[in-house]
C-alpha cells in the first residue's frame, strides 16, 4: 500500500473544496483528475474522499466490490424531495424494486417500443415544418424535453398527463435547478421561505398531482398492456402478499418520469448543439440516414443499419454525459490505487472528467463520432465510459434511451438541420444532470 492518503486540493480549512465545488464542479474535478492522476483527495465540507479515474478503480467500486458501497450521502437531498425510490434507495428493498420494475427493460419489450418513439418523433416533425416555415428560433432544449416526455409517458406509463401536460417540463427545470444547487450546499439556508423555495414547493406540488392523475386514471380503466405501470401495480411481496402503498406507487412513476425524460432528452439537445457545429459529421450522418431509410421512417430493425447514428450518440454522451458524476459511499474500509479508503468516506465517480482525459482519449475534445467504432474501441477499457453508470445500479433504462434517441435522431436529422442562434454561448451547466446554461436556441431548416 502507499501513503495514507493520495494526493488533492488542499482546500479550505472545514469547508474543504466545497465553495469551489458548487462554482465550477466540473472544472474542479476535471483539474485535479488532471493535476494529481488516478486518485485525488477532496474534503467537500465535513465528508472525505476520492476522485477516482482509473477504469479499474471506478469498475471495482460500482461492480467488483459493489457490495461495499452505497449511494452517497449527496444522494439525501434527492431522496427528500424525490422520495425513497429506485434510484435512491438501498439493499433489500431496491433489490425489490428493481425486480418488479425490471421485466418492463427486457430487450424485446423495449423493441416493442420502437413505434412509440417514431410516432411521437413524427409528431414533432410535423411541428418543425411549421417552425422551419416561420424561420423563428426554437428552443431546442424544450423541444426535446416535450418529446422525451412524450414518449416515456405513452411507453411506461401508457397515458398522458392530462391538464398537466403543458406544466410540467417547467416544474421540473424548477426542481432540477433548485435541488441542483442545493446539491453543495451544506443545507443551511433551503430551508428559508424564499420566493425560489416557494416556487419549488408549487414545482413539487404540481408534480405529485400529475402523477397521481396518472394512476388514478390507470385504476379507472385498466389495460392489458404489460408496461411499466402495470408491473408496478400488479407487484405483490412475496410473504405479506401486499402491493405496493400509494406512496410507494407515486415514488417510483416520478423516479422514472424524471429519470426517463430528463436525461435523454439533454442528450438530444447536446447532440443537435454538436451536429451543428460539426458540418463532415453531419454529413456523414444524412448520407447514412438517405442511403438507409430513403425518406421513410426508421424502424427497430433498421437501427443495426444506422451504425454512424449511434456513433454520434455515443460520442454526445462522451463529450456531455447528461449524468455527469455521481459518488458512493464505502461501508467497510477498502482500497483504492493502492490508498485505503476509510469506511464512511466518499468516492467519487465522474463520467465527465473520465470521458475527457489525455490518458483515456485521444484528442479528447474533439468530437469524432468514429472513436467509437468496433475497431477503434477495441483496445479502450470497459469502465474508461461510464455514461449510464455500470454495476448492479447501472441505468435500468440504457437500451431504450440509446433505441429512442437513435429513432429521434434519424426521423429528424432526415429531414432537418437545425443552426445554432449566431453568437448564442453555449456552456454546461452542471446541475443534477448536465444542461445547457442558456438554453439552446436553433433555426430549424428543411432538407426535403
Ligand atoms: C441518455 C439517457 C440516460 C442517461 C445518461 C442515464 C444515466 C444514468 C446513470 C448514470 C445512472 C446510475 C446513477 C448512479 O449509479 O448513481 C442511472 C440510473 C437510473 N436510470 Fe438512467 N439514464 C438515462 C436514461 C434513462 C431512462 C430512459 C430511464 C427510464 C425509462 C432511466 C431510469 C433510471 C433509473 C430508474 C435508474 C436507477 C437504477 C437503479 O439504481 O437500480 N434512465 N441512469
New binding site residues.
Partial sequence: MRGMRPPGPRGLPVLGSLLDIRRDPTGVFLRAALRYGDVAYFTVGPRQGYLITNPADVRHVLQDNARNYQ?SPLYQKLRLHLGNG??TSEGEF?LRQ?RIAQPAFHRQRVAGLADVMTTAAREAATTWDTLAEHGRAVDVDEEMMRLTRTV?VRA?LGSDLGPYTDRIDQAWTILNEFIGEEFWSLGLTGWLPTPRRRRFQAARRLLREAVDYVIAERRRTPTDCPDLLSMLLAARDDDTGEGMTDEQLRVEVT??LL??QE??SL?LTWIWYLLSQHSASLARLEEELDTVLAGRPPEYTDLVNLPYTRMVIDEA?RLY???WG?SRQALGDDELGGYPLPRGWIAFVIPFVMHRLPSLWEEPEAFDPERFSPERSADRPKFAYV???AGP??????Q??LMEAQLIVATLAQRFRLRLVPGHRVEPWPLITLRPRYGMPMFIDKRM
Avoid: M
Avoid at 445500479?393 to 440504457?398: P, T
Fill in positions: 449511494k429506485l434510484l431496491w428493481r416515456v411506461l423516479t422514472f429519470a426517463g436525461t435523454t442528450a454522451l454525459p447528461p449524468a455521481f455514461p449510464f453508470g445500479r447501472q441505468c435500468i433504462g440504457n431504450f434511451a
